[in-house]
C-alpha cells in the first residue's frame, strides 16, 4: 500500500505567492519640520498663462509690521510677504506674489510632504502658495524733441477728453469713452516696430499684439484652401477638376465601379426590349429611358441604368432609426425583396461604400443620393430634367436641385422649346428644371457670414 502524503505545514514568514500593489506600513510617522528663516518651499499657479520651462525666478522677502489677518501665531510666513521675479521673456515679465482667494478660508495653509517608504516616515513642511500673473514689459522712455512734442499733443488731448468727461453732454461723454477704450496709443517711440501706414514706431502694447498676430495668422488657411478642403469632404462622388469635356467629369467606371459592371446583368432587359415585350420597373426615370438606352447599343450606359435602379430600390427600403435625418439597413431578406436581381456580392459592396455599419447618417444619405444624380446626368447626356429622379427620390424641387447643384451643374427654368420637346403644358412646366454639366465647374462655395 502507498504510503499516503501529507501537506507541508504552513509557514508564518513565508510571503504569499500574489504580491500587493503596494505595500504600506500599518503605521506611518509624521514628522512636521520647524520653520527657518530660509525660504520655504513655494506652490504656484499659472491662471491664463503658458509658462516657458526654463525660466528663472528671482525671490525677495519683505517684511510685515503686524502678521498676516487670520493668523494666530507670528511666525515667519505670516510676518514676512514672498515675492518671486522673472526677466528671462524678452517682452514680458512674471511676477508671482501671494494672494488671498474667495474660496479658501484665512486659516487655510499648505504643506509639502516627503514620503519614505522603506523607513514609513512623513516629512510635512510649510509651504507657501503663490500666483503667478504676467505683465508687459515697458521700456524706459528716451528724451528728444519728437518725444516732448509727442507727449504735449497727447497732454492737450487729455485735457480735453477730462473737460469733456465733466462738463459735457451724455453724448459726448459716451463718445470720448469710447475712444479711450479703444485707442491704442503709442507713448514711447524706442521700439524698432513701426505701423505700416503712419511709419509710427509702436508701444510695447501693441508691439506684443501684433507680433501675435503674425504668428497666429501663419498657420491660418486662406480662403481658397479652406474651400478645397470643405469640397473634398463633401458627400458626392470626386469629380475630374482637370475634365476638357462634361463627359470626362464623373465617368460610369468611377461612379458605378469596376467590380460592379462585370456583376450586373442586363441580358433579360435587352431580350424583352428586342422581343417588344413592356419591361416595368419601380423607378419612374429608369422606365422611362429603358427602351431607348437599349436601342441605342451602349452596354456599359445600360448597366449605369441598370445599378441606377439598384440605388433607387436599395434607398426606398431604408428604414427610420431613431432621428429624422438617420436611416438604418433593415434585414438582408427585406433587402432581397426589394431589390430587383441583386446579388449578395452587390449587395455587401452597397453596404460597405454608402453605409457605416448599416446607418447611414446625413452625409451617407447625401452622398447616395449624389451618385444617384450624377448616374442621370451620365444617362442623360448631362442635361438631365429632374422630375423624374425627384419623383423617385420623394424629394422636394429645391433639394434636388441642391444635389444638382454639388455636383457642379446650373439648374434652371425649362425653356418653350424644351416644353415642347417634353410634350408638357405651361403650367406643369413649373415642376420641371432642368440640370446641365458644363465647363468650367460651377461649384457652391462656403458662405461667409456678413460683418455686423
Known amino acids: 500500500m502507498a504510503e499516503r502524503k501529507r501537506k507541508r505545514d504552513s509557514q508564518d514568514e513565508q510571503l504569499p505567492a500574489k504580491r500587493r500593489a503596494h505595500a504600506f506600513p500599518e503605521t506611518v510617522k509624521v514628522n512636521v519640520l520647524p520653520e527657518t528663516d530660509d525660504f520655504v518651499p513655494v506652490i504656484a499657479t499659472v491662471p491664463g498663462l503658458s509658462l516657458p520651462p526654463n525660466t528663472f525666478f528671482d525671490a525677495y522677502k519683505k517684511h510685515q509690521t503686524a502678521p498676516r489677518l487670520g493668523s494666530a501665531d507670528a511666525s515667519t510666513l505670516s510676518t514676512t510677504d514672498l515675492l518671486l521675479h522673472s526677466s528671462t521673456h524678452p517682452k514680458l515679465d512674471y511676477i508671482a506674489r501671494e494672494e488671498e482667494s474667495c474660496t479658501e478660508g484665512r486659516l487655510t495653509k499648505h504643506y509639502l510632504g516627503v514620503y519614505d517608504p522603506q523607513t514609513g516616515e512623513l516629512q510635512l513642511i510649510q509651504a507657501r502658495k503663490v ?146 415585350s413592356d419591361v416595368q420597373t419601380r423607378s419612374r426615370f429608369v422606365s422611362a429611358r429603358l427602351r431607348k438606352v437599349v436601342r441605342s447599343g451602349d452596354v456599359k450606359r445600360l448597366k449605369a441604368l441598370r445599378f441606377l435602379l439598384t440605388l433607387l430600390e436599395w434607398e426606398a427600403c431604408l428604414t427610420t432609426s431613431g432621428f429624422k435625418s438617420t436611416k438604418k439597413l433593415p434585414a438582408k431578406a427585406k433587402v432581397l425583396s426589394a431589390v430587383t436581381d441583386a446579388s449578395d456580392l452587390l449587395l455587401d459592396s452597397l453596404r460597405r461604400r454608402f453605409t457605416l455599419d448599416g446607418t447611414l447618417s446625413k452625409w451617407h444619405l447625401d452622398n447616395l443620393r449624389t451618385h444617384i444624380c450624377a448616374l442621370a446626368l451620365v444617362i442623360d447626356n448631362y442635361a438631365v430634367d429632374v422630375f423624374d429622379i425627384r419623383e423617385d427620390l420623394r424629394l422636394e424641387n429645391k433639394q434636388v436641385a441642391q444635389y444638382f447643384r454639388e455636383l457642379g451643374c446650373k439648374v434652371a427654368e425649362v425653356g418653350e422649346t424644351e416644353r415642347k420637346g417634353m410634350g408638357i403644358t405651361k403650367e406643369q412646366g413649373g415642376s420641371h428644371k432642368v440640370a446641365r454639366l458644363v465647363l468650367p465647374l460651377d461649384f457652391p462655395v462656403v458662405r461667409q457670414r456678413a460683418r455686423r
Open 131 to 276: 500666483v503667478v500673473r504676467g505683465t508687459l514689459r515697458v521700456a524706459k522712455p528716451t528724451n528728444n524733441a519728437n518725444e516732448e512734442k509727442d507727449d504735449s499733443t497727447s497732454n492737450d488731448v487729455s485735457a480735453r477728453n477730462a473737460l469733456g468727461l465733466a462738463f459735457g453732454t451724455k453724448k459726448s461723454q459716451k463718445a470720448i469713452r469710447s475712444l479711450v477704450d479703444n485707442a491704442i496709443t503709442s507713448p514711447l517711440k524706442s521700439r524698432s516696430s513701426q505701423s505700416t501706414e503712419t511709419k509710427r514706431p509702436l508701444d510695447p502694447l501693441a508691439s506684443a499684439v501684433v507680433a501675435s498676430m503674425a504668428e497666429t495668422s501663419a498657420t491660418i488657411s486662406s480662403r481658397a484652401q479652406l474651400q478645397e478642403t470643405v469640397d473634398e469632404n463633401k458627400p458626392r462622388p470626386t469629380p475630374n477638376l482637370q475634365a476638357e469635356t462634361p463627359n470626362e467629369v464623373y465617368t460610369i467606371e468611377n461612379l458605378v465601379g469596376i467590380e460592379a459592371l462585370r456583376t450586373l446583368t442586363v441580358r433579360e432587359w435587352q431580350e424583352k426590349i428586342k422581343a417588344n
